[in-house]
């Protein structure tokens, strides 16, 4: 499956595939000729699942505008049914491109078009169950992973791509609740595997569901963030200090927000420790921005 372990196959494995055609001489006189015939074969492909795609999204994008100017049911609400058969059609085809490394690689942008595709639908409809039970999907996987080991590049481009349906404002018409709900654990699995990780899709992915749930957020797993920035071992690029700015920005958001019920008398106990101790984690985050 896409979470065994793998977003590709080994070089030997390559090599062994390879190496079959013939000799060390073969080899060389295949490859780019094989490597053209691939990318020759992938443009056709691409093309060929492009255009009834974009008739799709058309089609969506108006049925969206209608939606907005008038209540009755036109346009693809009067085939609503067939409309959600396509819905879990694109559905079963997401799930089938995703079941195995080597070809979630291969099909990567076929996956992200047709998952834009299944958002589009799901909006013009007004419905999102099909495209939540596949961010359930999907990410619960993506949750038993880091229950054991840390994620492999694809399966975070994989979530960053299913993180973006929740963030889009424009077309999302989404109920999230039971989805946010696994991406709150996720987030509270994800710190322990933050220093391991060589990718800057790492803190990309971080930093999406930071935006999700940093009001959820207890102050052990606040702590756990901040420990995972603060630790010597993490990667320290430009995305990595995006994500760190982005921690600093929801810890001053959160401390407002505690200020505002404190003010307005709507204090549980707990608003005068949330405020004094999201001030230290901030500290901390600054002092290492200013000795990075």
């Keep these: 499956e896409w979470d065994d372990g793998t977003c590709a ?10 190496t079959s055609f013939g000799g060390e001489s073969a080899v060389k006189a295949t490859i780019p000729q094989f490597q053209s015939q691939q990318q020759q074969k992938s443009k056709s492909e691409v093309f060929l699942i492009r255009i009834p795609l974009e008739i799709i999204n058309k089609t969506c994008q108006t049925q969206i505008a209608w939606n907005r100017s008038c209540a009755a049911n036109i346009g693809l609400l009067n085939i609503e049914t067939s409309v959600v058969e396509l ?32 958002e589009l639908l799901s909006s013009a409809l007004t419905d999102d ?5 596949l961010m359930r999907t999907v990410f619960d996987k993506f949750l038993l992973r880091l229950k054991m080991a840390s994620p492999t590049v694809l399966m975070l481009r994989i979530c960053i791509e299913l993180m973006e349906c929740m963030d889009d404002d424009e077309t999302s018409t989404m109920d999230c609740t039971e989805v946010e709900a696994v991406t709150l654990q996720i987030l509270q699995h994800f710190p322990q595997w933050i220093p391991h990780s060589i990718y800057d899709e790492t803190f990309v992915l971080a930093s999406k569901l930071l935006d999700v749930n940093f009001m959820r957020l207890s102050h052990t797993d606040l702590c756990c963030i901040v420990h995972s920035l603060l630790s010597r071992y993490t990667l320290q690029s430009a995305v990595y200090r995006q994500f760190q700015q982005n921690v600093i920005a929801k810890i001053y958001e959160r401390i407002q927000i505690a200020n505002a019920k404190k003010t307005d008398n709507d204090t549980n106990g ?6 004094d101790l999201f001030k230290l984690i901030t500290k901390l985050l600054i002092f290492d921005a200013a000795e990075f």
């Design 9 to 18: 196959r080994d070089d030997d494995e390559r090599d062994d595939d390879v």
């Design 87 to 118: 819905c879990k059609v694109l559905q079963q085809r997401i799930v089938q491109v995703l079941s195995h490394a080597d070809e979630a690689e291969r099909y990567f942008s076929h996956f992200k078009m047709m998952l834009h595709s299944l």
């Design 129 to 133: 169950a099909v495209l939540n039970a």
């Design 270 to 275: 707990d608003v005068d420790d949330d405020r």
